[in-house]
């Protein structure tokens, strides 16, 4: 049947896979390339600098190390890196895509690439990295039991990303809807998750109050409820019109065009699709509620929709997916290009 279906496909999803997906030197290629995209806007745009909107404890100190442009660019830069390399990791380590693919590193390297306030280093791109981390735990728990253990170990990394961006505490209820998704959702994991999140603020009020600075433990809650009651759905400017446009056509592509396909894939991978699903949505409609505010919730469900992009161009055999794919990618250049060349 493998041997069949391999005959079957068409030349150009071969070549696609051949030169996307399968090649080796494609990595190296994708940073190579990135680093010239980000350059390019670093060059050709107004960089925002990394502000701190008072919305997280640990990086409104930290903050003052990247206020030069070049500094934030390049940590930037090497925080993009770091997602990608993560997610490649997390795809290998739980085999989800069960065949070798390069598309889940070089995916989220041009998503996150495109737009000039990418650049801008914030903790928002901390409270990324360890929410991926703990998807290992959440991973790791599927048709376990007794996940106390790794309810703990995820709340507690979450608890830490909100630490750089408190709005990140919204997610320890998106992962009781995951676990449930897993059927590893007991009570006991719900307090395990519960006291990981006390016992990393426990810590942090404790030296708050060594150092006097009790307001400064209240304030990020304070700001974490800042957004518009009547929040603004039109973008103020075109490009970022199509900004939004084009990762609500990515996510609706991706997730309308996979579902056929992970449905006839194994349990894990059908269940974390959907749990990617639950995610993204969530985050959409929150950057529409704290789009004035903070970028995080947009920047995470575009880590996640390089992901589910990434399942569906790995796995599909339909040319017609393949051409779609040509035509998302000369969208993204398109929208870079238009912040390239002069107005």
């Keep these: 049947m ?6 079957s496909i068409h030349s150009t999803v071969k070549s696609f896979r051949t030169t996307f997906v399968e090649n080796r030197f494609m990595p190296p290629i994708s940073i190579l390339g990135i680093i010239v995209m980000r350059f390019a806007l670093f060059c050709a745009t107004d960089m925002p600098r990394p502000l701190s909107r008072g919305d997280s404890h640990l990086w409104e100190p930290l903050s003052q190390f990247f206020a030069r442009s070049p500094v934030s660019a390049i940590a930037s830069t090497c925080s993009v890196l770091l997602i990608a390399l ?3 990791l997390i795809s290998d380590r739980f085999n989800l895509l069960r065949t070798r693919s390069v598309l889940p590193f070089t995916t989220p390297l041009l998503l996150l690439s495109l737009h000039p306030s990418s650049l801008a280093m914030s903790g928002d791109y901390i409270s990324i990295i360890l929410i991926l981390l703990a998807l290992y735990p959440f991973l790791e728990s599927y ?3 007794d996940n106390r253990l790794s309810s703990f170990q995820a ?9 750089f961006q ?6 320890i209820p998106l992962w009781w809807s995951g676990e449930r998704l897993m ?3 007991r009570f006991r994991a719900i307090v395990s998750s519960l006291f990981g999140v006390f016992l990393v603020y426990v810590t942090l009020f404790s030296v708050c109050c060594f150092l006097d600075d009790i307001p400064g433990f209240i304030q990020p809650f304070l700001h974490s409820f ?6 603004e759905i039109i973008p103020p400017s075109v490009l970022d019109a ?3 446009l084009l990762t609500g056509l990515l996510f609706l592509s991706g997730s309308i065009l996979s579902v056929r396909i992970y449905l006839r894939d194994r349990i894990l991978a059908l269940l974390t699709m959907r749990f990617t699903i639950i995610l993204i949505i969530t985050l959409l409609l929150l950057h529409i509620l704290y789009r004035n505010e903070t970028r995080f919730f947009l920047l995470l469900s575009l880590t996640l929709i390089s992901f589910q992009n990434a399942y569906l161009y790995t796995k599909t055999t339909s040319k017609i997916h393949i051409y779609l794919a040509y035509g998302m990618v000369s969208l993204m250049l398109f929208f870079w290009l238009l912040h390239i060349l002069p107005r």
């Design 166 to 171: 408190i709005r990140a505490l919204v997610l």
């Design 226 to 231: 800042d957004l518009s009651l009547k929040p």
């Design 183 to 185: 059927r590893t959702l």
């Design 155 to 163: 709340s507690v990394l979450i608890a830490l990303a909100s630490l």
């Design 86 to 88: 993560l997610l490649a």
């Design 143 to 145: 048709q376990n039991p």
């Design 2 to 7: 493998l041997v069949l279906e391999k005959l």
């Design 242 to 244: 199509g900004g939004l």
